[in-house]
C-alpha cells in the first residue's frame, strides 16, 4: 500500500510577537517527517506594536478585527517567501496548517449570566491565507479542545512525543515568550504544562531599560548580580504554585505586570536582567521539582524556542537543575522552527480525522480532532 505522504507548510507565531515561522515539511502515515527548510518573517514593527497593544488590552475592537485580516496576508506572505525559496509552486504543497497569533487567551472559567466558559483568540484569518496562497489552510486549532474542557495549551506535545520519542525520560522545554515543558517518560502517559516567563520579561525589561528587543546570547545579564530579595518578591506568585494541567501568557504576565514588577527593582538595571533571568531559570526548575519529579525521573533537558541562545538562562538551567542540557539543533530540529513543525504535523491529524489533542496535558475531558479548515 502507498504511504499517503504530504508536503506541508506550519506556520507559527508565538507569545514573543516579533516573527512568523514557517517550516516545510513532507509527513507520512506513520509520522516519519523530513524537515525540508524554515522561513522567517519579522513583524514591521506598526503590526508588532499594534499587536501588543491588543494582547496587553489597550486596543478596541475594530483593531482587533483589522488585524485579524492584516496577520493573515502577511502569514500568507511568509509561506508564498518559503514556496519560492525552495523553487517551489503552489500546487505542490498540500496544505498549509497555521496557529495564528494568540492575542488572548483565558485558561481559566469565567461566568457571566450563569454561563462559564474558558476562551482563547487566535487571530489571522484562515481563509485569506487560503485565498492568497491558493492552498488549503487549516487553522483555529485550540477551540476544539477548550470545547472539550481542556485550556487549549500546550498542543506541541503531540508532535514531540512523535520527534523526541521515549527511549530517555526527558524535559522537552521551550523558552519562548512563554516556558513550557513537555514530559517525555517510559514511566507514565505524557503531561505538559506552562511554567511560566520565559523570555517575555527579560524581553520587556531590555526593552525599558536598554532599548533594546532583547538580550542577546544573555549578555546584559552575565553583566549582572542576581538579587535574591527582588528574586524572591518575584518568586512570590500564585501561578507558580498551580499544580497541572495549566497555561498562561500575557494575560497574565503583561506590560502592566511587568511595570509592577520594575518598580521593585534594584538601581542596577543589569542586576535587574540577570535577577529577571534567573526567575525565568528558577521557575524552570522548581516546576520540575514540584510537578514533574513526584511522578517520574528526569535524565536530561532538551531545550528549544529563542531561549536557546541565552547562554546566561541555559547556565543557569544547568546550575539549577543538575542535568545534562541538550538543544533541539542536538537532534537536528532547528530551534526556531519546532513549533511550526508541529502544527503541520497537527494540520495531517485535522485532514485524516485523527484526534490531535492529549488530554492529559490540555485537561480536556476527551481526545477530539483540531483545526478548522479553508478549503482553496
Known sequence: MNKN?????????????????????RIDDDFNFEFIKGHSLKYPSEVRQKLLEIANNKATTSDICFMDFVCAKLFARCALELITKNGLQAGDIDYIASHGQTVFHIPEDKTISNITAKSTLQIANISTISELTGITTIG??????????????PLVPFADELIFKKDKNRAIQNIGGIGNVTVLSKDCETFAFDTGPGNMLIDGAVKKLFDLPFDKDGQIAAKGKIDEKFLNELLDEDYYKKFPPKTTGRELFNDDYLMRVLQKAPENKYDTIATLTALSAGTIVDSYKNFVLPKTTIDEIVIGGGGAYNKTLINLIKDYSKLPVKTHADFKIDDKFKEAIAFAMLGFCTLNHTPNNLPACTGASKRVIMGVVSYS
Open 5 to 25: 505522504t504530504k508536503t506541508a507548510i506550519g506556520l507559527m507565531s508565538g507569545t514573543s510577537m516579533d516573527a512568523i515561522d514557517a517550516a516545510l515539511v
Open 140 to 153: 483555529d486549532f485550540r477551540s476544539k479542545d477548550i470545547a472539550a474542557g481542556g485550556q487549549g495549551a
